[in-house]
């Protein structure tokens, strides 16, 4: 199996995930993500191309501004690289299957701001649930029209079951976190219930570890945004969710 496309996906990832570092810094801040250069935060002197140039500029500048010093938040940098890396990894897995690779690359895209802002802003902004909702229904029509039906449902399943919890204890689970499971079932279809499953118990076992280190009434007063939970279960679900439905169902 040649490398190229896998590297090829890394190097895009690498400068989608520079993108995706402007989208969450500028949404939430009701910014324009698609106008305006990037400057710094401290002094505000525009970025200078050769300073632009995906993890390599950080690296250069040792994660300081050229012009005044202050540091540049390491988050930068590893939201590149680990964009990089998903998007080469969604490539190696799914290269064989056009429709799961174009769904799986575009949800990584939406999913990498939802996860950062969530957990700096704790919100999800419609901004981005709405544009990934009707972009998943789009894409999944024109390359899989057949399974359509199936993530139609499983969009619908994911955000009842998720608006149900939300309602039966308010203040718990956002509706943020409501539009973003009927997101993953859009893109996702049967294989959204691997990646709920898999945010559930990832969230619980953080909880558990937060109310280990802060005892039981700091871990309450404690918030954990879901989002990247869900996120995680996701790209994970993307990945082998429907081998494992799939398992599941010929077992049972």
């Known amino acids: 199996m040649t490398t190229m496309p896998i590297l090829f996906a890394a190097f895009a990832g690498l400068l989608a995930g520079s993108f995706l570092n402007v989208v969450a810094l500028r949404l939430p801040r009701g910014l324009s993500f698609v106008t ?20 390599i500029s950080w690296l250069v500048l040792r994660g300081r501004c050229r012009s005044c010093g202050t540091g540049i938040a390491s ?21 064989e299957d056009t429709p799961q690779l174009v769904l799986g690359l ?11 802002i969530d957990l700096e802003h ?3 902004p419609n901004k981005l649930t709405g ?10 029509t024109a390359l899989d029209p057949s399974g359509e039906v199936e993530r139609l449902i499983a969009g ?27 997101v993953l079932g859009l893109f996702l279809g049967a294989a959204v219930a691997p990646a709920l499953l898999i945010a559930l118990v990832t969230g619980v076992l953080v909880s558990v570890v937060v109310i280990a280190r802060k005892g039981v009434a700091g871990g309450r007063k404690t918030a954990i945004p879901f989002g990247p939970f869900l996120a995680v279960g996701g790209f994970v679900a993307m990945l082998v ?6 398992s599941y169902l010929g077992t049972f």
């Open 36 to 55: 305006g250069s990037s400057h710094c935060m401290s002094c505000e002197t525009p970025v200078k191309p050769q300073d632009n140039i995906p993890l």
């Open 75 to 95: 988050r930068y940098p590893l939201v590149e690289a680990g964009t990089a890396a998903l998007a080469a990894i969604t490539v190696a897995v799914h290269r």
């Open 106 to 116: 575009v949800l990584v895209a939406f999913l990498v701001p939802m996860a950062l």
């Open 122 to 124: 704790r919100i999800i």
């Open 131 to 140: 544009p990934a909702a009707i972009v998943a229904v789009v894409l999944g």
């Open 156 to 182: 619908a399943g994911a955000g009842g079951f998720f608006l149900a919890a939300a309602l039966a204890a308010p203040g718990g689970m956002g509706m943020g976190d409501v539009k973003l499971a009927a």
């Open 241 to 246: 969710g429907s081998g494992l439905m799939d």
